[in-house]
């Protein structure tokens, strides 16, 4: 969901700049920056004994800051003011929002997760920036369809949780996720019929492709078989559906 939205937001400005190596430091650094920032938030405020991986914690968030720094100062260069502002209060809420909700032990939220997915797919806004100086109007829209993906792919994984843990015990499943999955697969085929009327071939076939995919997974996960696939396996099929979805969405926005 971070890196997807960078390669795709490259391909589509057309051209490259120093500043967009910079922007995928930054974002690499800013997500690898978010574990031992967590454990040295524990060392303060939760645990009562020093730790030992506090240590290390501490060198790496040094290190990790010292990259957000060097490439934050490139992109101030080359990131018109407000954009900078723009990008530096987004990053710094979201940082202190993921940081409050990993020290409770609350990151399989939801709602946290689809927050998450809209917050690291803005990183083809960035990409875009870095490319030309401005967010063109392509990036929007891939920015919104790469953000709705990974929302409605969120929900199937939380329903197929729901669904493994009924099928170990004689009450029936959780349906809250999968009706919602079934929603955000309704607004993913209704963005489809648009881009179809709109004659963006492309573009629907990419969120056709998702619907599919998704549908098929829900419809799968009816059946107890289908249940035990090893969740490793699940995440690699989710990846491979994921990549078809941005590389056609990228053809259809070219």
Partial sequence: MLFTPIVCAAILAREWRWSEGATLAAAFAALAAKDPMVILARQRFIWKTRHPETKAAAWWLTGWIAILIVSGLVLVFSWPLKAVLAMGLGVALFSALALGINIQNRQRSTL????????????????SLSASG????????????LALQATAGILVVHA?????????????AK???RHAAQISLIVLACAAVAA??????W???ALL?????????????????????????????ALALSSLFASLLTLGLW
Avoid: M
């Avoid at 197929?160 to 029936?172: N, V």
């Fill in 112 to 127: 946290f997760q689809i927050a998450s997915a809209v917050a690291l797919t803005s990183s083809s806004l960035a990409t």
């Fill in 134 to 145: 401005t967010v063109a109007p392509w990036c929007w829209w891939l920015w919104l369809l």
């Fill in 160 to 172: 197929r949780l729901d669904a493994r843990i009924a099928s170990r015990s004689a009450a029936p």
């Fill in 175 to 177: 349906e809250e996720f």
């Fill in 196 to 201: 179809i009327v709109l004659r963006r071939r």
């Fill in 203 to 205: 573009i629907a076939l």
């Fill in 209 to 237: 492709v998702a619907v599919l995919g998704y549908g098929y997974d829900l419809h799968r996960q009816r059946n107890t078989e289908a249940l035990q696939i090893p969740f490793t396996k699940v995440g690699q099929r």
